[in-house]
């Protein structure tokens, strides 16, 4: 088998190396966005459905019993959205901690979200001993207002 | 003769077979209209919402197109046992694959402008200068298809289950494809054009890795019984 | 019969014995010695099942694509039987990765499923090689398997490269990798203990079903050539 490579095969070995080569230049560049940062989200305009991602602002979040709202600001250090939504987080929602926000701009700096994705932080670390795990923003809430009438 | 110009040989015959027979334009063109009147009752009163489902639309339309052009493409040849013949008489076999995919991804382009002026009508597609930014996406994307289809179509072809294995096995591989072409086409119709350069360069990754893939291991997919 | 003969050796039932035990142990390990996360609290514990599931799941695709090669290039029916069974172990172990992570995102970013670059890719990968197990079914011919099902097994791992390295390319919902990446790993030493001890476990699960699974196809194929249903293996 020690015949010269014919010609389809030198297009096909070049195809799919220009395949891998422009693979990882778009890895490099990293162009493709999944989710639109708050600054980012400032310059589009009102009403596209968009993701947000950004930090949960500490001492942003309310809960409106009344109306079953849920409302807290998300930040990404320079630009913060306030968002309002309907939707209950999970038990790790805190203040702090990332979260995907799906859903659409409804201002100029507020954010009406149809659901909120928790986004974890891949920081991993044990329970000391004596510690329990911290209940989130939204139960703690939930039971001051149990405590309260 | 080398194995281009036994492939644009191959290519030329069965457009002109296709050409003849006019029948995938029809059955293609049929299929979009039909897909895009059902789309337009689903959606109702809302024309935005119609507009922006408008580029995904025309894309699942071709990838149907794509499956039953690139299963006839193949019978043609098939079914005489006219293969066999190209088989034993090429100095090259992978002319077949590459006269196939060039075939067919002549086809597609003209079935995505069948669809597209179809959907200018029926789905109220936005037209403007920034159309034209969608030639380079159709041929790439009807490359991408083609390479990925006419390999496919070989392997789900020699099985017993042709009708099922194909889109079965054509889907996934033509995610990427897929995906990029209808991003890009909502980028350029709807928001950046300059968006789709992104997409464009992914789309045109995939149809290199597969048609370089499709190349080297065509033969062993396509060797008759 | 050579290599048959190794793999024999390998096989016997002790090395199925020692994966068992050491599944066992990680399972104490994992749900009773190790203290749950800070943050997450038990749920975590989901990560040790998740994440060797998916490297093993990639490592069985990868097998096939490697034995699938391998056969285009030797036409040697023993690389045929390696790639069936990597791909049926990668879509246990993929399918595995898939049902834990969706129990884990639930309870984590609220969500059973999300069109995540990663999860979108891993989905995909899990149809391309159920697509590969229903084209070998529908040959009925051993050698025109073989052949269509290795051109399949190597297109099919082309989009692999894609599925590791969206979560860098797209900022995606998923995490970034914990372990393998520049610096020191992000994961405290007990938890991280609990992971690879697990994953030690699990490859060894892993190895021993591969061998089982090619020893099956092997006599399936001695079978069919006693009855005369194919030819003799080669």
Same mark, same amino acid.
């Given at each position: 088998? +020690?015949?010269?490579?014919?010609? /389809?095969?030198? &297009?096909?070995?070049?195809?799919? #190396? $220009?395949?891998?080569?422009?693979?990882? !230049?778009?890895?490099?560049?990293?162009?493709?966005?999944?989710?639109?940062?708050?600054?980012?989200?400032? +310059?589009?305009?009102?009403?596209? /459905?968009?993701? &947000?991602?950004?930090?949960?602002? #500490? $001492?942003?979040?309310?809960?409106?019993? !009344?109306?079953?709202?849920?409302?807290?600001?998300?930040?990404?250090?320079?630009?913060?959205?306030?968002?309002?939504?309907?939707?209950?987080?999970?038990?790790?929602?805190?203040?702090?901690?990332?979260?995907?926000?799906?859903?659409?701009?409804? !201002?100029?700096?507020?954010?009406?979200?149809?659901?909120?994705?928790?986004?974890?932080?891949?920081?991993?670390?044990?329970?000391?001993?004596?510690?329990?795990?911290?209940?989130?923003?939204?139960?703690?809430?939930?039971?001051?207002?149990?405590?309260?009438? | 003769?080398?194995?281009?110009?036994?492939?644009?040989?191959?290519?030329?015959?069965?457009?002109?077979?296709?050409?003849?027979?006019?029948?995938?334009?029809?059955?293609?063109?049929?299929?979009?209209?039909?897909?895009?009147?059902?789309?337009?009752?689903?959606?109702?009163?809302?024309?935005?919402?119609?507009?922006?489902?408008?580029?995904?639309?025309?894309?699942?339309?071709?990838?149907?197109?794509?499956?039953?052009?690139?299963?006839?493409?193949?019978?043609?040849?098939?079914?005489?046992?006219?293969?066999?013949?190209?088989?034993?008489?090429?100095?090259?076999?992978?002319?077949?694959?590459?006269?196939?995919?060039?075939?067919?991804?002549?086809?597609?382009?003209?079935?995505?402008?069948?669809?597209?002026?179809?959907?200018?009508?029926?789905?109220?597609?936005?037209?403007?200068?920034?159309?034209?930014?969608?030639?380079?996406?159709?041929?790439?994307?009807?490359?991408?298809?083609?390479?990925?289809?006419?390999?496919?179509?070989?392997?789900?072809?020699?099985?017993?289950?042709?009708?099922?294995?194909?889109?079965?096995?054509?889907?996934?591989?033509?995610?990427?494809?897929?995906?990029?072409?209808?991003?890009?086409?909502?980028?350029?119709?709807?928001?950046?054009?300059?968006?789709?350069?992104?997409?464009?360069?992914?789309?045109?990754?995939?149809?290199?890795?597969?048609?370089?893939?499709?190349?080297?291991?065509?033969?062993?997919?396509?060797?008759?019984? | 019969?050579?290599?048959?003969?190794?793999?024999?050796?390998?096989?016997?039932?002790?090395?199925?014995?020692?994966?068992?035990?050491?599944?066992?142990?990680?399972?104490?390990?994992?749900?009773?010695?190790?203290?749950?996360?800070?943050?997450?609290?038990?749920?975590?514990?989901?990560?040790?099942?998740?994440?060797?599931?998916?490297?093993?799941?990639?490592?069985?695709?990868?097998?096939?694509?490697?034995?699938?090669?391998?056969?285009?290039?030797?036409?040697?029916?023993?690389?045929?039987?390696?790639?069936?069974?990597?791909?049926?172990?990668?879509?246990?172990?993929?399918?595995?990765?898939?049902?834990?992570?969706?129990?884990?995102?639930?309870?984590?970013?609220?969500?059973?499923?999300?069109?995540?670059?990663?999860?979108?890719?891993?989905?995909?990968?899990?149809?391309?090689?159920?697509?590969?197990?229903?084209?070998?079914?529908?040959?009925?011919?051993?050698?025109?398997?073989?052949?269509?099902?290795?051109?399949?097994?190597?297109?099919?791992?082309?989009?692999?490269?894609?599925?590791?390295?969206?979560?860098?390319?797209?900022?995606?919902?998923?995490?970034?990798?914990?372990?393998?990446?520049?610096?020191?790993?992000?994961?405290?030493?007990?938890?991280?203990?609990?992971?690879?001890?697990?994953?030690?476990?699990?490859?060894?699960?892993?190895?021993?079903?591969?061998?089982?699974?090619?020893?099956?196809?092997?006599?399936?194929?001695?079978?069919?050539?006693?009855?005369?249903?194919?030819?003799?293996?080669?």
């Amino acid at each position: 088998m +020690s015949r010269r490579p014919r010609p /389809a095969t030198l &297009l096909g070995l070049a195809l799919l #190396s $220009g395949a891998f080569l422009g693979l990882v !230049g778009m890895g490099l560049t990293s162009a493709l966005v999944y989710y639109q940062t708050p600054t980012e989200l400032a +310059s589009l305009p009102v009403g596209r /459905a968009v993701r &947000l991602y950004g930090i949960v602002a #500490s $001492g942003s979040v309310r809960w409106d019993a !009344g109306t079953k709202t849920l409302r807290f600001a998300v930040t990404d250090g320079t630009t913060t959205f306030d968002v309002t939504t309907q939707n209950v987080p999970t038990a790790l929602f805190r203040e702090g901690i990332g979260v995907v926000l799906e859903g659409r701009k409804n !201002g100029r700096r507020s954010f009406l979200a149809d659901a909120i994705l928790v986004k974890h932080s891949s920081v991993y670390e044990p329970l000391r001993p004596g510690e329990t795990v911290p209940p989130g923003v939204l139960q703690q809430i939930l039971a001051g207002k149990e405590a309260s009438p | 003769m080398n194995v281009f110009a036994d492939a644009a040989l191959l290519a030329a015959k069965d457009l002109r077979a296709e050409l003849r027979s006019r029948g995938a334009l029809v059955a293609a063109g049929t299929l979009g209209a039909v897909a895009f009147v059902v789309a337009a009752m689903a959606a109702g009163p809302d024309r935005a919402q119609l507009r922006q489902l408008a580029p995904a639309l025309t894309w699942l339309a071709l990838l149907y197109a794509a499956i039953a052009m690139a299963d006839r493409l193949d019978l043609v040849d098939r079914r005489d046992d006219a293969f066999s013949a190209l088989w034993l008489a090429l100095e090259d076999r992978r002319a077949i694959y590459l006269g196939k995919v060039l075939a067919l991804a002549v086809v597609l382009l003209v079935l995505q402008g069948v669809l597209f002026g179809l959907a200018v009508v029926l789905l109220d597609l936005p037209l403007s200068g920034e159309a034209l930014w969608l030639a380079p996406v159709a041929v790439v994307a009807a490359l991408g298809a083609a390479a990925t289809s006419v390999l496919v179509v070989a392997l789900a072809g020699a099985s017993g289950q042709r009708t099922l294995l194909m889109p079965l096995l054509l889907l996934p591989l033509m995610v990427p494809v897929l995906l990029a072409a209808v991003e890009s086409t909502g980028a350029i119709l709807v928001s950046a054009p300059a968006a789709a350069l992104q997409w464009l360069a992914l789309s045109a990754a995939q149809a290199a890795l597969f048609a370089g893939l499709g190349v080297l291991v065509y033969e062993h997919a396509a060797t008759p019984e | 019969m050579s290599a048959g003969g190794r793999l024999s050796r390998f096989s016997r039932p002790w090395v199925g014995v020692v994966a068992a035990a050491a599944t066992a142990c990680t399972v104490v390990f994992g749900l009773f010695i190790v203290p749950p996360d800070r943050l997450q609290g038990d749920v975590q514990r989901i990560m040790y099942i998740h994440v060797p599931s998916a490297w093993l799941g990639y490592l069985g695709f990868f097998i096939t694509f490697a034995a699938s090669a391998a056969f285009l290039w030797r036409r040697d029916p023993r690389y045929d039987r390696v790639a069936v069974a990597g791909a049926e172990l990668g879509l246990l172990f993929t399918g595995l990765t898939i049902v834990t992570g969706a129990l884990w995102g639930k309870a984590t970013w609220g969500v059973w499923w999300d069109w995540d670059p990663r999860l979108t890719t891993t989905a995909i990968l899990f149809v391309i090689y159920a697509g590969y197990v229903l084209l070998r079914g529908s040959i009925v011919d051993r050698w025109r398997r073989a052949r269509l099902a290795a051109v399949l097994g190597i297109i099919g791992f082309a989009d692999v490269p894609i599925v590791h390295f969206s979560v860098l390319w797209w900022r995606g919902l998923h995490q970034a990798p914990t372990v393998i990446q520049p610096g020191d790993p992000t994961i405290s030493h007990l938890l991280l203990a609990a992971l690879l001890l697990n994953l030690a476990s699990f490859t060894l699960l892993f190895a021993w079903l591969l061998v089982r699974r090619v020893e099956l196809e092997a006599d399936r194929d001695q079978v069919l050539a006693v009855i005369g249903e194919s030819e003799p293996a080669a």
